[in-house]
């Protein structure tokens, strides 16, 4: 019998050597937070900043529709109103750059105020880097350095952009990309050339810590909070996939869009109903970190506020605006994905009562995040998820299977506003 039992667990611990382990998926994660951009009175121009970032992504389309070219081969953009920031290092010793994060750009720089400080590590290319956003730009030459994104999140040779010149970067240091690399092409359309001199494509600090073996996916998870505050670390990416503990239920995947130009970007097909009604059809639009407000093609929005009994508030934010008494009746806005709902309460379509002020309006006032995209649906972009509906889902941006994946969080039903 022993001999018997002995043979067995043998037997055993031999199946069990025989057996491939089940890899842990590697991941990493670093903190992010939030700021507000002022004008010279303290008031944060959300609205004409969005529009802006707007207005350069759908220049893609119109470039391809006239086959034009550029002296600036860049679509990237950036919203210079709200900011979600990263303290990022570069360089051995590392210095601290406070970096813009932005799924709407795919080129990481640095020098905007602080200047680039070589080391041992820095090596130029001798390759000029120029790169044209919304609401500013910059141009430069491009290096390749050692980043520091967090402890154990270190990429060696990861092409950055190092600024001699750039304009609407006040207070910030430049960019983390982590939009898809095509961006990085610039005119994805006509252009051979890139945004790097001589380069096709750059590949984003995302793509190098997966060929690097530092994550097991090239994917990149968004977590972010509802905050009443101006200015307030409440955010988190996770490179390497998704981190469980940020979400609730299912993370459920959609494959990313074809129709251009929201194919260039982080881009979907959705449908939005109000209330049960549907007031915007399956079209394509964008995720986007870089975009403040929620945006709907006109048709839809004209819907939205003839179902809601909203007014604009030209005169001061741009925002529409509503009575309680409306806000006592405001339906869920829903946004279906995949066939998956992913619905905005009414609380969470409220812009922060707390933050009125802030934006140029009326402390008693109700504001709504939804607006305009200042087109009707057909465009190839007809909707903008912005960073107001992604504080309530969590978004994981995954590049190895051309998707992204949403799931509702702790702070989806929350009543912040």
Do not use: C
Not at 191 to 218: C, M, R, W
Not at 341 to 355: F, G, H, I, M
């Amino acid at each position: 019998m022993f001999r018997f039992t002995a043979l067995l667990s043998l037997l055993f611990i031999a199946l069990g050597a025989m057996a491939s382990p089940v890899p842990s998926p590697r991941t990493a994660t670093m903190p992010i937070g939030r700021r507000f951009k002022t004008n010279s009175n303290g008031i944060a121009k959300i609205l004409e900043n969005d529009r802006a970032r707007i207005a350069h992504i759908k220049s893609l389309a119109k470039d391809k529709a006239s086959n034009s070219k550029r002296a600036e081969y860049s679509f990237s953009v950036t919203n210079g109103a709200v900011s979600y920031y990263a303290t990022v290092g570069v360089g051995s010793p590392a210095t601290d750059y406070t970096l813009i994060v932005d799924t709407g750009s795919s080129n990481t720089w640095v020098g905007a105020d602080q200047r680039y400080v070589k080391t041992s590590t820095s090596k130029s290319t001798r390759d000029s880097v120029s790169v044209s956003y919304g609401s500013g730009e910059f141009s430069g030459t491009e290096y390749y350095d050692t980043v520091t994104l967090s402890s154990g999140l270190v990429i060696t040779s990861q092409s950055i952009g190092v600024a001699s010149s750039s304009q609407g970067f006040d207070g910030v240091d430049g960019i983390l990309g982590i939009g898809p690399t095509d961006l990085t092409e610039g005119h994805v359309i006509q252009s051979t050339l890139g945004t790097v001199s001589n380069v096709d494509t750059v590949p984003t600090v995302t793509d190098n810590l997966y060929s690097q073996g530092t994550i097991s996916a090239d994917a990149v998870g968004v977590s972010f909070a509802p905050t009443t505050s101006e200015s307030d670390t409440n955010g988190e990416l996770t490179f390497g996939g998704a981190d469980t503990t940020k979400y609730t239920g299912t993370l459920n995947y959609v494959s990313l869009t074809t129709t251009e130009p929201a194919s260039y970007y982080w881009g979907i097909n959705q449908e939005v109903t109000y209330n049960g009604a549907t007031i915007l059809a399956e079209t394509a639009g964008i995720v986007d970190t870089g975009t403040t407000l929620v945006y709907l093609a006109t048709n839809a929005y004209d819907a939205y506020v003839s179902a809601t009994g909203a007014t604009l508030d030209n005169e001061n934010t741009g925002l529409l605006e509503i009575d309680a008494t409306q806000y006592a009746a405001l339906q869920t806005l829903d946004f279906n994905i995949g066939g998956t709902t992913y619905s905005l309460t009414a609380n969470a379509q409220l812009w922060p009562r707390s933050l009125n002020t802030y934006i140029g309006g009326s402390s008693s006032s109700i504001y709504l995040v939804v607006n305009d995209i200042g087109s009707d649906s057909g465009e190839g972009l007809d909707f903008i998820n912005g960073y107001t509906f992604l504080e309530r889902f969590y978004t994981v941006f995954d590049t190895t299977t051309n998707s992204i994946g949403f799931a509702t969080t702790s702070y989806t039903d929350a009543t912040t506003n």
